[in-house]
């Protein structure tokens, strides 16, 4: 996905009217042109990023307004478009790429490249390692994308295509020649690269016929290649790294953090405090904090608050914070006085090994957003040390704060009883911890920076914004989980609910009946999914059937009263009976919410979708009065021990 940022000249789409900024005053004021009649308007930063956070506010690519710029057509595919076997390739493409520009600058010799290859090789477990060539050509593909990693998908069938100055072979043969005499200790002369290139070209047309002829370049096409060398590289191949070093000094050092989302760590931890529930004022137990932490700044960039433990979906749900502007601060927090100003996308991505942090859809995910994932060594907690400090002074210096807090060591409570001494409801406890991270962290001193968070974020701003994506209904459409389906005349079955609407008849009449797509649904809200069109891709919104039955329910609670419906009615199941189920649901949630079990009580906040950040409901609104009244005569009353277990499955709670 390409970025975009607030800059002279870059294209938007304001309320569906198009225009381009014209003029940026003091960081903050803007001026746009219209396009229609050439008015004038001014605005804000802020407000900008206000409508894009409501989809008010779009990016214009400006290259759609020139052909010859324009990107080309397998770059604006989503890499899931693809058949597994190509999405795996590019992966592994893209993963031999990040692993060896982690150790410095791209340096394309053999003696440079094969060690780094094969270090990588043997963590991938790749028996067929790729050759330093072979790597070489990879990186030069990404570099002239602008570093999109959709570049790395294989096209063969799109090799050879109009627009291009050289015939594929032959840029080919100019790659190999430099690679084989221009880039080692000899320091031959460009003169000689260009006869090597003369001489490969002409062994290749002598065993091809006349219509298959190449045609040599000119001198003057080497002489463009190898001074678009980068100078550091060519220095290293043809003299010696300590000779590169020495002429290029900042250029020879490892890996530095020089800029904002460069390197963004990632990791949750239970807080040291236990919430009470909104409705019966009794303990629901410690909720779980995710967070990533920008290691430029050390500001806060993104967050999450759940009774779910780790899991994928919290990642989703603090990935999605970070990436957009937190403009609902001022909204749902007045009394927070600073503002939150982090937003944009992650370069590199820290994790654990935990589990949430190996699965496939995270990969896909990070492959779109051209996020580079880095694992931490086992054991090893301090390669991710910014995240991991943060969560103490998290931990120490708020939640001891606050009545109800627990201890690290069960020993160290002593008579201190925190289930007795708990005050802090849900809502209460997010509005704490955004004050304290906006008001308190971000504006001490902190003594990795020797500056506040909030001024180091600033500053580096200004130098280097953050980028955004077009807009967010990709970002939306990107954290949904994927899934193959078949539509059929009454629509797309899936998890037991029915989804149909006009766009589906669309796509039969023209594929064909019981077409298979691909499907996006996502965990805080089952009312509706997005279908991917087989052909052009574009992500179709399709309601579910029973709105009424649909409208704020999440799939962990879906698949409760699904169970329950499924024993009841020996795995019959209608949107009936689910009516009935779900009314039946706020008894057993009632039941778990005063249950003098403090697990139950955690059982029934994850059940409400309490820490669901897009919305969080009270029972009367998550489990409404829909068909109470229906009569169904086949369902009784059961005791809560009799009804089955239930899965720990957590929505993508998406973060304003």
């Known amino acids: 996905m390409k970025a975009f940022i607030f800059k002279v000249g870059q294209q938007l789409s304001i309320d569906g009217r198009d225009g381009r900024i014209c003029r940026i005053l003091d960081d903050e004021k803007i001026q746009i042109e219209m396009d229609v009649d050439g008015s004038l308007q001014n605005t804000t930063r802020s407000d900008l990023l206000i409508g894009y956070s409501s989809r008010a506010v779009k990016f214009l690519d400006s290259t759609d307004q020139n052909p010859s710029l324009r990107t080309p057509e397998y770059l604006g595919r989503q890499l899931n478009t693809f058949s597994e076997k190509i999405q795996q390739k590019a992966i592994r493409k893209k993963r031999y790429l990040d692993s060896i520009l982690r150790y410095g600058k791209f340096i394309s010799t053999p003696k440079h490249l094969n060690p780094l290859i094969y270090i990588c090789a043997e963590q991938l477990q790749d028996a067929k390692a790729p050759s330093s060539s072979t790597v070489g050509r990879w990186y030069l593909e990404y570099v002239k994308n602008q570093r999109d990693p959709r570049a790395l998908v294989d096209r063969h069938h799109m090799k050879g295509g109009a627009g291009s100055r050289l015939h594929p072979e032959v840029q080919r043969m ?133 009774f779910q433990g780790p899991s994928m979906e919290a990642v989703f749900a603090c990935l999605r914070h970070a990436l957009m502007p937190k403009s609902y601060v001022k909204v749902d ?33 990070a492959f779109e957003l051209d ?80 500056s506040t968070p909030y001024f180091t974020w600033m500053e580096n701003a200004k130098k280097f914004p953050t980028k955004l994506l077009s807009d967010v209904d990709r970002l939306d459409i990107s954290l949904g989980r994927t899934v193959q389906r078949t539509i059929f005349h009454y629509g797309i079955e899936l998890n037991h609910m029915h989804y149909n609407g006009p766009s589906l008849l669309v796509l039969r009449r023209q594929y064909g009946e019981r077409v298979g797509v691909e499907v996006r649904y996502f965990f805080d809200d089952i009312s509706h999914i997005y279908v991917i069109d087989p052909i052009s891709k574009e992500a179709i919104y399709v309601p579910a059937v029973d709105q009424e039955y649909a409208d704020g329910l999440t799939l962990v609670q879906h698949n409760l009263i699904a169970e329950r419906v499924r024993l009841e009615n020996k795995n019959i199941v209608d949107t009936g009976a689910l009516a009935q189920a779900k009314h039946e649901l706020r008894g057993f949630v009632r039941g778990l919410i005063v249950d003098k079990s403090l697990r139950k009580r955690k059982s029934a906040a994850k059940i409400r979708g309490i820490g669901k950040s897009s919305k969080n409901n009270t029972l009367e609104d998550l489990i409404s009065e829909t068909r109470a009244s229906m009569p169904v005569p086949h369902f009784k009353s059961v005791d809560i021990s009799e009804l089955p277990s239930m899965p720990v499955i957590v929505n993508k709670g998406m973060t304003q």
Not at 221 to 228: D, G, L
Not at 343 to 348: A, D, F, M, P
Not at 411 to 435: G, I, N, S
């Open 371 to 450: 996020m580079q994932i880095q694992f931490c060594p086992k054991r090893q907690a301090y390669y991710k040390g910014a995240i991991e400090r943060f969560f103490r002074s998290l931990n120490h210096q708020f939640a001891r704060a606050i009545p109800g807090h627990s201890f690290e060591r069960w020993f160290k409570r002593e008579d201190y009883d925190p289930l007795k001494h708990a005050v802090c409801t849900f809502d209460q406890l997010k509005l704490c911890v955004h004050k304290w991270i906006i008001d308190i962290y971000s504006q001490k001193i902190h003594r990795g920076i020797n």
């Open 333 to 365: 927090y007045p009394s927070i006085k600073n503002d939150w100003p982090c937003h944009g996308l992650i370069e590199v991505l820290i994790c654990d090994n935990g589990l949430e942090f190996h699965a496939k859809e995270l990969e896909r995910v």
């Open 174 to 306: 100019i790659e190999e020649v430099i690679d084989d005499i221009y880039l080692n200790q000899e320091k031959q002369s460009v003169q000689e690269v260009y006869s090597a290139l003369e001489h490969a070209i002409n062994t290749y047309n002598a065993a091809r016929g006349p219509e298959d002829q190449l045609r040599v370049p000119g001198q003057a096409t080497v002489y463009r290649a190898i001074n678009s060398l980068d100078k550091y590289d060519a220095m290293v191949a043809r003299d010696s790294a300590r000779t590169a070093q020495m002429k290029f000094r900042t250029s020879g050092k490892g890996p530095k953090v020089s800029r904002l989302l460069e390197r963004v760590e990632i990791d949750h931890t239970p807080l040291d405090l236990f919430v009470l529930d909104e409705e019966t004022g009794m303990p629901m137990g410690r909720p779980t904090v995710t967070c990533a932490i920008d290691k430029k700044s050390r500001m806060i960039v993104g967050l999450h608050i759940g």
